[in-house]
C-alpha cells in the first residue's frame, strides 16, 4: 500500500536578520522523515520556537525546503502541478481569527476554493458548500455570515470546512486547539474525529498539549531546535521515550496529571 | 495708532505697480512716468497744474524766433545732480546735459541710443525726431535747438513726463564702466527725491534731494508700496499703511468718501478709454465690420457698469475740458439689428470668433478692462460673435500688443499735455504704429495730413477745425470706437495735505507734508 | 543605524537627482524658446542667439547640455528671471527666508498650541473641553486658507485697524538684507528706531503666520488627540498602572513618548501643506516670499524663475522631509516599518 | 438544533450596514451627512434649481444685494455681482463646479493610487521599494508647486488644475493602500488562499479589496476635502478654472475687487467651500470613529 | 486573612447601543497563602474580573459590588493614591497579552529595572544601586527560566518571542515580592517543560513566602496541579466554586462536570481517538446573553425555572449557583471523613 504522504529528508533553512547590527541567524528544520498512512494521525510537538510551524507550512507548500522530497501518494508534490497539491494537502492554522478574512463572508471564501480548484459551476458550488458547512457542524445560512457574527468554535469549524471542502488526502493542522477554551476544544476534536473516521484523511497535527496528542495521534514526532529527535508510534513513545528532552516533555506533563490524580 | 519717527518723516504711496524702468523717455506708461519723472527728474520746462500753462523748469527763461524755427533756452545754475552710493556728481546741471538727454533718442548714432532698447516710444510717436533739426550748446547754461517746421505743441512737449534731463556725467561714467543701462535702472537726476531702492512688485524707495534747486517742504523719505490690485490699496489706505493711493477703483469711492479719515480728490481727466481694432488683421481692416462691432455693443451700460456714473460717454478722442472737443459730435448708438446686418455684408459668420484684450491695471480712462470686456462679450454674442478675453503681465500685454498680437483691445489714453495734438497724433496716425501707441495699427494718409496741417497753425480756432474734419474721418472709418472720458481719483489720508491731482499726470510729493 | 543613515542618504540623493532631472526638462517642456528658458535671456537677434546658444551647450548633445546645467546648478549660477532680468540666485536668496521665517514660526506656533491642546483633549476625552478642542480643530481644518486669510483682514486690519495687512515690515523702515529672516536682520542692522522696527515686523508677522498656522494647529490637535487616546488606551499602560507606578509617571516615561513618536513623521508630512499654505497666504498678504515670487513668476510666464522655484523649494522640503523622517526613525526603537500616522 | 436557532435568529448586520448604525448614532455626524447629501444633490441639480443663467449679465441690476438686506430683491436672493450676475445661481453652478470636479478628482487619483499601491505592496524587492520611498519623498512636493508647473506647461483651465491635483493626491493613496496591502499580506488568510492557488490578481480583488473598502472611503472623504480646498485656492490664485467656468474660489477673487461694496460676494463662496469641506470632515471624522467603534465593539 | 473578596460584582459594559453585564453579580475570595483558580470559556469574563480588581475598567463603565475589598480596604471608593500604594507593593499582576503589556519603546531592561522598589534597594550613592538593580534584574530574569538574560534585556519588546515576554511579565510581577499575584494565563502556549517550570516557581512561593496567587486560565491540568482552590465562571455568573478536590469529585452544576470532563488528560481510561464529552452548543455573545441561568440553552437538564437567575447557594466551603445541582449537595468534608 502506499502511503498517503511520505516525506523524506526535508531540510529548509530560515534566516533571520534580528537587527542590522547582529549577523544573520540561521535556523534549519529538518532533517525531517516520515511516512503517513491514510486514516493515520502523526501529532508533532516540541518546545516554542522548535520550528513545528515552518514545517507546517513547508508541507504545503508556502515555503519551499531547500532539500528533501514529500510525496504524495508516491508522486512528488513539488513537481506534479501546483493544483493537485492545493487540492490533497490542506492547512488549518492556530488562529481560526486570522484564518477569515473579516470583509468576505464564509460561502464565498469557501466558493473561491471551490473554484480555483474544481470544475464545479455556480450551483453545484454552493450545494458542496451547504454539504460541507452541514458535515462540520453549521447551518446551511452560515453560507452568507462574516466573521465577526461567528463565535471561535464556529470560526474553527469554518477553517475546517476550508481544509476538508476539496476532500483531501492530508490535512495539516497547525495548533488548531490552542485558542479554543476546553468545552469548546473538546467539540473540535470530536469533530475532527469523526470526518477522519468517515472520510480516511490523514492528519498532520501540531500542537503543545500532550494530553491531546496522545489521545488522538497515532505516531508522534518531537522536534527540538529544528531537529526531529524522537518519532514512533504514539504508544510507544509515550510508554517509554528515548531522548532527554522527549522524556522531560512527556514526564513534565505527566508529572501535572499525577498531581491531579494524587488528590483524590 | 502711534506713529513712530520715521513713519512721522516718510510718505508711503500705493501705486498701481512696476515701472518699467526709471526712466520716463523710454515708457509711455503713466506708471513708469509717476515713479520717476516727476519724483528723480526735472524738466527743461514745467505745466501749471492748476491752468495748463507752461512755466519754467530747469530753463528759467526761453525765447522763441518768429518763424518758430528756433528756440533758446537759458538754464538755471546752481543746479545739482543727486549724490548716491553709486554716483557722485562732480558738476552743476549744465547744457551738456540737456543735449545728452535729446539726443539720446533723437540721434540714432548716439552712443545710448541704443541702450535698454532703443526704442523712445513717445517721441516717435509724435515725429519728434523728424521736427527737430539741431540741439547746440550756445555757451554752459544757454542751449538752442532748431527746428524743420514749426511745431505750435513742441513747447507742450518739452514739458512732458517724458522730457526729462539726464545726467550726462553719469552716462559718460557708465560707459567707461561698460554698464550704460544701468542709467535707466540706477537712475540719477536733479528731481526732488533721489532713487534708494527698488524690487519689483514690492516698494522703491527714495529719499529726499537734500540740496534741490527748489524750496520743497515734502517728507524726508518716501516709498511706493507697489499694489497691483485695487482694492487692496482701498485696503491699505484704510488700514494707514498707505498715505495715498493711485486709482482708486469706481466702487470704493462711495467708502471713501464716506470716511472721515479719507480724502477724495477728483478731477475731470484729460483721457480717453476706447476699444481699438487690429485694423492689420483681417477682417478688423473692413471698416464695416468695425463699425458693425461698434454699433452692438452699448456704451451707456459700460458707462454705468464700469465706470458706476464717474465718467462722460466719449464721441471723439479729446475730452469736453480741451478746446478741440467737439460738441455735436455723432455718435455711434447701440443697434444690434444694424450690427448684424453689416455683419452679414461683410461676410462675417455666425460664431465668428475674436479675441478682446482687458488691461491688467486700472488706469482713471478704464478702471475695469476685464470687467467692460466681460460685458462687451454678452452684447457681441448678441450678434453671433463670440469673444475670448485675453489678458498678461502689464509689460508683456504691452509688448504683445506692439506686436499687433491682438484683434481688438480695450485701452485708452492720458494725455501728457493740455494739446489736442497729443491725443490725435499719438494714438492714429501712422508714425505711431511702429512706437506702439496706434494701438489700432491704422494709417491713414488723409487723417494724417489734417494732423499735420492742424500743428502748423497757432490759432487755435483754426486748428479746432481740422480736428473736427479728423473726428469725422474717425467717426467714418472707425478704426477705434472712444468709449468714456472718466474722472481722476486720488485718495489721501488726511494726516497728508497738498497732494494735488495734475491733469496732465504725474504724481509728485515735493509739497505734500504730514499734519 | 549606519545602514540606515546610507539608506536614507541614498533615497536623498535619488530624489533631488530626479528633481534635477524634472527641472531640466522641464525647459524643454514649458512653451516657448527652450534657450530662454534655460538661461532667462531673451536673444535680441541671431547672432545673440546662437552665441548664447553656444554657452549654454544648447548645440550639444543633451547629456552635454545636463552637465552643463548641473556645473552651473552647483556653482550657484541659476541664469536670470526672463521678467526682471535679474540673477535668480539672488531674488531666491531674498525671498526663500522669508518664506522660511513665516512657516518656522507657523510651525512653532502649531507646535506649541497644537500638540498641548491635542494632550490635554486626549487625556481628558469626552470632556466638555475635549469638545470644543475637536470642534475648533474639526472647524479650522475645514477653513479654506485663503478665505481664513481674508475674514482675518477683515477683522484685525480693517474693522479693528490693529495690525496691518501686507508686507514684513513698513517700508519706510530701510532694513539691509543679510540674512534673511526679517526679526534677525532688525536686530544686527544699524537702523535708529530699532525697536520700533522690531515691534512693526512683529504685527506684520502675526496675522499671516496665524493663517497658515491655524490649519496646522488643527491637524496637530487630531493627530496628538488620538495618538494620545491609542497610547492611554493601551495594554502597556494598564500593566504600568498595575505595577503601581504614578500617574505622572506612567504619562511622562511611557504615554508621551509612545505618542509622541509617531507625531514626528506627521511634522514632516506637514512642511508639504504648510508652504503650500504660505505660498497662497503670501500672496493675500503681499508677504515677499518665494511662494509670492513664484505666483507671480507664473503670472508672467517667467519659466526659468518657476523652474529654479521649483526645484528649491521641493529640495528643501525634501530634504527637511527626509532627515526628520529619517530622525523619528532612528530615535523609535519599535517601528521596523515606519508607517505614517494617518491625520 | 432548536437551541441553536435561537442564536440563529441574533441580528447581525453586515460591516457596512455596521458602519452605518455606528454612523448614525452621532448627530453631528448625521448633520454632516445631510449637508453634504445637500452639496451633492446642488452639483446634480444645479441647472434645474439656479433661477437664471450664471453667465448671463444684467447692468440694469448691478451689484444688488442680498434679499435679506434692506434694499436687496427677493429675483436675487444673494444678490448681483458686479455684472449684474445673480449670485445665486453662481453658487450653485460654483458648488457643481468645485464639488463635482473634486469628487471626479478623487476617483481618479484613488483609482490610479490603489492600482499602484496595490503593486507596490505585493511585490517585494528592490523595485518596489524604491518606487514606494521615491513617492513617499515626491508626496513632499507642495501640490500648489505641482499645479504652477502644470498650469505652465498646459495654461490656466479647471482641467489643468485637477491634473495637478490629482498627481498630488496620488501618493497618499499608494501610500495608504501600500501599507494596508502590506500588512495584509502578512495574514494568515492570505497565505490560505496563496494555497487555494489563488493569484495576485484574485487576492486583491476578492481578500483585499473588499476590507480595504472601508479604508478607501475614509481616505478619500480627507483627500476629498484637500481636493476641494485646492481646487479653489487654484482658483482663487486665478490658476485653475477661468471664465465663463464658474467656480467658487476664482468667484471669490473675482469678488475681491468689490470686496467693500460688496462683503457678501467674498462672504458666499468662501461660506460655501468652508461649509463642504465641513460637512466632509464631519463625515470624515463620524466614519473614521464608526470603523473604530465597529472594531471595538 | 482574607486578603481579597469580591461579591456580586457587576460591570456593565458599554457596546455601543446598549450596557450589558458582561458581569454579573461575580463573587471570588482569595485568602492568605491560597491559590485560587479562575476558569471558564474564552470570553466569560475572566480578564475582566482582574481588571475590575486593579481597576483599570473604562470610566464609562458601569461597575458595581456589594464587595471589592483588599484586606477590609473597599477598592471601590478608596482613592487613587491609595490604591496606587497596594498595587505597588502588595498586589501583582500578570497581564494575558504580555507583549501589548509592555511599553514598546523601552527596552525590557529599563522596564524591569523601573519595577523594582526603592525599599528594596539598600541606601547607597546612585551607581551603586543601578548595580543592585541590575543584580536583581538578572536573578529574576534567571529564575523565571530565562537564561540568556543578557541578549534578552537589551531589547525592545517587539523583538522578543511571546514565550519569553510571558516569563519576563512573570518576573516583572514577582519583583515588588507582592502579597497576591494574579496571573491572567500565564501559561498560554508554553510547552509543557516550560509550564511546569513556572508552575513550579509559583508554588514554591506560595509554600515559602506564603504568596496567595489567583490564577487565571482554562488550563484545567494546571489548575488541578498547583490551585487550592477554583471558581469556575460562565458567561459572567460564577457557576461553582470551592476547594479543587470537591469539585473534581463531585461537580454540582452540570457545566463544571461538562468543563472537567473534557480535558482527555483527567479520563484514563479514555481508549484513544474515542470521542471526548463536550456540551453541545456554543457560547452566546455578549449582546445576546440568555436570561435567568446562562448556560441554560446548552444545559443537558434545564427546566422552565432555568429562566430565573439561580441563587447563590453555600454548603461549606463550596457553593454553586443552580437550579438543579448534579448531586445532592452534601458536605464534602463528612464525606472524605467517613
Ligand atoms: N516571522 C519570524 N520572525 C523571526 N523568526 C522566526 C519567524 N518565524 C520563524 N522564526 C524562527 O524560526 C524558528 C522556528 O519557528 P516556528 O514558528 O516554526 O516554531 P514553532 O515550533 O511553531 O513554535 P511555537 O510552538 O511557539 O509555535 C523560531 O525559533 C524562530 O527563531
Ligand atoms: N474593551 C472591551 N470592549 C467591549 N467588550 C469587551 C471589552 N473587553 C472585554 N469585553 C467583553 O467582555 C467579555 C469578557 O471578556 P474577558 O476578556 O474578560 O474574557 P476572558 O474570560 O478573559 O477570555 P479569554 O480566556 O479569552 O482571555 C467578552 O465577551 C468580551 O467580548
Ligand atoms: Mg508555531
Ligand atoms: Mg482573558
New interface residues.
Partial sequence: MIPVLEVKNLIYTYRVR??IFKPVDEFIVGPVDFVLNAGE?LAV?????SGKTLLARALVGAITPQQGSILLEGKKAEQSDKKTRNHNIRLILQHSKYSLNPAVTVGSVLGQTLLLNTELNEQERKTKIEQTLVKVGLLREHYYFYRHML????QQRVSLARAMILDPKVIVAD?PF??????????T??LI?DIQQELGMAFVFIS?N???V???SDKVMIMDKGKVIEAGS?KTVFDDPQHEVTR??ID??F???D???E?? | KQKTQITQAGITFCSEGSPASFNPQLDTSSTTADASSHQIYDRLLEFNTENGEIEPGLASSWLVSNDGLTYTFQLRKGVQFHDTDYFTPTRNFNADDVVFSIDRWRVATHPYHDVSGGSYPYFQSLGLKNTIKDVTIINGYRVEISLYTPDSSFLANLATDFSVILSAEYATNLLAEGTPSNIDVLPIGTGPYKFVSYRKNQFIRYQRHSRYFLDTIGPEHLVFDITPKSSLRVAKLITGECDAVAFPSQNDLEIIRNREDLTLLQKPGLNVGFWAFNTSKPPFDNPKVRRALALAIDKTSLLEAVYLGQATRAKSLVPSASWAYQPNMQDISYNPVTARKLLDEAGIPYNFTMNIWAMPVQRAYNPNAMKMAQLMSTYLADVGVTVNIVSYDWARFRENLTAGMHDSVLIGWSADNGDPDNFYRPLLTCAAIPSGTNRAQWCNPEYDALIESALKIENSDERRIFYHRANQIIFRETPLVPIAHAYQYQAVNNQIEGLTINPFGGIRFDDVVRK | MLNLLLRYINLMVLTIAILIIISFSLAYVFPGDTLTNISGIVPQSNEQRVALEAVFKLDRSIFVQFWYYIENLISGDWGVSSSSQISLLEEISIAFPATIELITYALLVSIFIGIPLGFIGGIWH?KPFDFGVVTFSVVSYSFPVFWLALIFITIFSLQLGYLPLSGRVNFLYDIPHSSGFILWDIMLADIPDKKDAFKDALRHLILPTASIALVTTAIFIRFTRRSIMDEMN???I??????????KQIFF??GL??SL?PILPLMAMQISTLITNAMVVETIFSWPGIGNWIIQAIYQRDYPAIRIGMLVVSVFVVTLTITIEFISRAI???R?KFQRGAV | MA??N??QE?FHPSPIRHIW??FK?SHFALIGFAILLLFCAIAILAPLLAPYDPNVQNTNTILLPPAWEGNGSISHIFGTDALGRDVFSRTLYGCRVTFGSSIFLVLIAATIGVALGTFAGMNKGIKSSILNHLLDSLMAVPTLLIAIIIVAILGTGLWNSMWAIILALIPQFVHQTRTFVREEMKKDYILLDKLDGAGSTRIFWSSILPSMFELLVVQSTLALSVAIIDISALGFLNLGAQSPVVELGASLSQSLEVAYSAPWLVALPGFCIFLMVLSINIVGEGLRNALR?RL?? | MRLLDVKNLTVEID???VFVKALDKVSLTVETGEIRALV????SGKSLIV?AI???IPD?WIITADRLTWKGQNLLTMS?EQR??????E???V?Q?PT???????TLRSQLE??IPEELLDKGMFWQRNKQRREIAIGLMHKVGIKNHEACMQR????I?A?IAQKFMIA?ALV?EPELLIADDPTR?????????I?RLLSGLNETRKLAILFVS?D???I???AHTMTVLYCGQTVESGK??HL??RPLHPYTK??LD?????Q?N?P??????????????L??L?IGCRLG??CPNARKECVKVPEQKMVHQHSYSCHFPLHSPVDDDLETKQ
Fill in positions: 534580528r537587527s494521525t510537538t516540541g518546545h516554542n520556537g463565535s471561535d468554535g464556529q495548533e490552542a485558542a479554543l477554551d476546553p468545552s469548546v476544544r473538546s467539540q476534536v470530536n474525529l503543545q500532550l494530553g491531546i496522545r489521545h488522538i504514539s522531560k516533555l513534565s506533563h508529572s501535572l496529571v498531581k491531579h490524580f488528590q483524590f | 469626552h493601551k495594554g502597556y494598564d500593566a504600568a498602572k498595575s505595577r503601581g507606578f504614578t500617574t516615561k511611557h513618548r509612545n513618536l523609535d526603537p519599535a521596523d | 437551541q441553536f435561537l442564536y441574533e448604525l455606528e448614532r467603534n471595538i465593539h | 457596546t455601543g447601543s471558564g470559556e474564552s470570553g481588571r486593579i481597576g483599570a464609562h487613587n496606587r500604594i497596594i498595587m505597588r507593593r498586589i501583582a499582576v497581564f497579552d501589548s503589556s509592555l511599553d514598546p519603546s523601552a523601573e519595577s525592545y519588546p517587539h523583538e518571542a514565550d516583572m515588588s502556549s508554553m510547552e509543557s517543560t516550560t509550564k511546569n517550570q508552575l482554562h484545567l491540568l494546571a488541578s496541579s498547583m479543587v478536590k473534581h469529585r461538562a468543563l473534557s480535558a482527555p488528560s483527567f484514563i479514555l484513544p481517538k474515542s470521542h471526548l464529552v463536550a456540551l453541545p452548543g456554543t457560547i452566546p455573545t449582546k445576546h440568555p440553552p446548552r
